[in-house]
């Protein structure tokens, strides 16, 4: 487990790679985010195999990073249409995830936004 204290954690799904959009399939997976300013680590969003997985798959920094809600408006696939889509975009890769709710979505967005110094949705 990586340095820095837990934010939040939950199911979300998320988009392959976006040149990969058309061919892979869409994941669910194991996220955890955590704000490590207060011990000196970076802040990050990373995403595991599984609730048990020991390593993540992979590890966000979210210095640089943006979040937006999708509102349905980007028919990135069919199947997620309307539901509860929202990004996370580094310099690198755009990361389009699916929470299970709105609730849940309004949540992540919410402490990412936090941790990146965006406004929260209230604000906006």
């Not at 509860?84 to 402490?111: C, D, G, P, Q």
Request: one cysteine or more; glycine letters at 4%.
């Amino acid at each position: 487990m990586s340095a820095g204290d837990v934010v939040c954690t939950g199911w979300l799904i998320k988009s392959p790679p976006e040149k990969k959009l058309k061919r892979f399939a869409w994941r669910k997976r194991w996220f955890v985010l955590r704000r490590g300013r207060m011990s000196g680590n970076p802040d990050v969003l990373e995403y595991y195999q599984s609730k048990n997985s020991k390593k993540p798959i992979r590890t966000i920094d979210l210095k640089e990073c943006e979040v937006e809600i999708l509102d349905g408006q980007l028919r990135i696939k069919r199947d997620f249409h309307g539901k509860h889509l929202f990004v996370v975009k580094t310099s690198s890769r755009i990361f389009y995830l699916v929470a299970k709710t709105e609730e849940e979505m309004k949540v992540w967005i919410n402490n990412i936004s936090q941790i990146c110094h965006f406004e929260t949705l209230e604000d906006a």
